[in-house]
């Protein structure tokens, strides 16, 4: 019997190990109804004649139900506490039953032809398409996907994002001389006038004047005059260029960076933490809308649902090939771990019951044997 206490095991546990006992019981009463009816027999067959095909079935039975008692016990511990060879084959041989166990996963369930052959028969994109494209079902992977992002912006260190932000910044915007390209972004501004609106805008109080006299007015032409000599000396001239360059390092000097994306990171991840949070959110919300118009389309493009099935089969079948020795070694560690004892408890809760038909089919079995035998040999031997 499993030694763990009732308490310490789940309600499946408990209600195998009820089950378990019941069977024990069962089994148990059968060979003792045998052992009855055979010294009933053996008593009154000088009597009654035909007391001994009882006997002779009883007999049977019982060395029947002794047998299978054994083999079923023999599997879990010693029978009686005898040091019987080859017994307490679990206990004693637990870690190669956990390597043969794995061998035996990884070779005929983590294959990728057994992989494929199941997805290519389950039609994984139309079935997650039908669940996800249903309301409740799309705002539980919401919830959880928002659960997810919320866990990992907590997660992250404010300083460290900073730094991160800091450090691109400088790479893409410090770094990089602005000049040149400054220089030819203006410069085709200015070939395609395309900055007169702004200048217009910029001198409203005499905008209408200059819209009047558009092609001649002076101050039009300085200005456009000015625009095209910056927009060249951004490109070629150094002293022009120099002077941007420094503007630029005294607008984005350290404590300013540093400042603007640690506000920058801040501000974002206080608006999305409180985006996820809520429910009713418009981020919330139109992640809840998009996941279900992926479930729509998944569920009525055909070509669609062929490329991820195609996409989740390759996908699975690669890690199988290149990950299943390591799966199956969960088996193999697994079982490496566990306690010889607790072994014994675990696999005599999941099988023990089914066990217990042996042991009972045995003393039927073995009763119909020793029927049989008595009646050929009563039959064939002159005075047995």
Same mark, same amino acid.
């Given at each position: 019997?499993?030694r763990?206490?009732m308490?310490?095991l789940?309600?499946?546990d408990q209600?195998r ?5 019941r ?8 060979l003792v109804?045998?052992?009855v009816v055979?010294v009933?027999?053996?008593?009154f067959q000088?009597r009654?004649d035909?007391l001994a095909?009882v006997r ?6 019982m060395?029947?139900?002794?047998a299978d ?10 029978p009686l506490?005898l040091?019987?060879p ?6 004693s041989r637990?870690d190669?039953i956990?390597?043969s166990?794995g061998?035996?996963?990884e070779?005929?369930f983590l294959?990728?032809?057994?992989v494929?052959?199941k997805?290519?028969s389950t ?5 997650a398409?039908e669940?996800?494209r ?8 919401g919830?959880?996907?928002?659960t997810?992002?919320?866990?990992v912006l907590?997660?992250?260190?404010d300083d ?5 932000i800091t450090d691109l910044a400088?790479?893409?915007l410090?770094?990089?001389e602005?000049g ?13 006038e395309a900055?007169?609106?702004a200048v217009?805008?910029?001198v409203?109080?005499i905008g ?5 006299n ?7 032409i300085?200005i ?14 150094p002293?022009?260029r ?12 350290s404590?300013?960076v540093g400042? +603007?994306?640690a506000?920058?990171? =801040?501000t974002?991840k206080? *608006?999305l &933490? @409180?985006? /996820?949070?809520?429910?009713e959110s418009?981020?919330r919300r139109r992640?809840v809308q ?7 389309r998944?569920?009525?493009d055909?070509?669609?649902q062929?490329r991820?099935?195609t ?7 690669f890690?199988v090939?290149r ?11 697994t079982?490496e771990r566990w306690?010889?004892?607790?072994t014994?408890e675990k696999i005599?809760?999941?099988v023990?019951?089914d +066990?217990?038909?042996i042991?009972? =089919?045995?003393t039927?079995? *073995?009763? &119909? @044997?020793? /029927?049989v035998i008595?009646?050929i040999?009563?039959a ?5």
């Amino acid at each position: 019997m499993p030694r763990t206490p009732m308490t310490q095991l789940s309600p499946a546990d408990q209600e195998r190990l009820r089950a378990l006992r019941r069977m024990k019981a069962v089994a148990l009463g059968a060979l003792v109804f045998m052992a009855v009816v055979f010294v009933f027999a053996f008593a009154f067959q000088q009597r009654f004649d035909w007391l001994a095909y009882v006997r002779a079935a009883a007999e049977g039975g019982m060395v029947g139900a002794l047998a299978d008692w054994f083999a079923v016990t023999a599997l879990f511990r010693r029978p009686l506490g005898l040091p019987i060879p080859h017994t307490a084959i679990i206990p004693s041989r637990k870690d190669e039953i956990g390597r043969s166990l794995g061998e035996f996963v990884e070779t005929n369930f983590l294959a990728g032809d057994v992989v494929r052959t199941k997805l290519s028969s389950t039609r994984i994109a139309f079935r997650a398409g039908e669940w996800l494209r249903e309301a409740p079902h799309a705002e539980r992977v919401g919830a959880e996907g928002a659960t997810i992002a919320t866990a990992v912006l907590n997660a992250l260190s404010d300083d460290d994002v900073r730094d991160l932000i800091t450090d691109l910044a400088r790479e893409h915007l410090v770094a990089p001389e602005w000049g040149p390209p400054a220089g030819a972004w203006l410069e085709k501004i200015v070939e395609a006038e395309a900055h007169h609106g702004a200048v217009d805008l910029a001198v409203d109080s005499i905008g209408r004047w200059l819209e009047a006299n558009a092609e001649s007015h002076p101050a039009r032409i300085a200005i456009d005059g000015y625009l095209g000599r910056l927009a060249d000396n951004l490109q070629n001239d150094p002293a022009t260029r120099a002077k941007l360059e420094n503007a630029k390092a005294s607008l984005f000097d350290s404590p300013r960076v540093g400042a +603007l994306a640690a506000e920058a990171w =801040n501000t974002a991840k206080n *608006g999305l &933490l @409180a985006a /996820l949070a809520d429910p009713e959110s418009g981020l919330r919300r139109r992640a809840v809308q998009a996941l279900q118009e992926v479930g729509e389309r998944l569920t009525t493009d055909a070509a669609l649902q062929t490329r991820v099935d195609t996409w989740v089969s390759d996908a699975a079948v690669f890690l199988v090939d290149r990950y299943r020795h390591d799966i199956a070694s969960i088996i193999t560690d697994t079982v490496e771990r566990w306690d010889p004892a607790e072994t014994t408890e675990k696999i005599e809760l999941m099988v023990g019951r089914d +066990l217990q038909y042996i042991r009972l =089919n045995g003393t039927f079995v *073995g009763a &119909l @044997a020793g /029927l049989v035998i008595f009646s050929i040999a009563h039959a064939l031997i002159p005075g047995v």
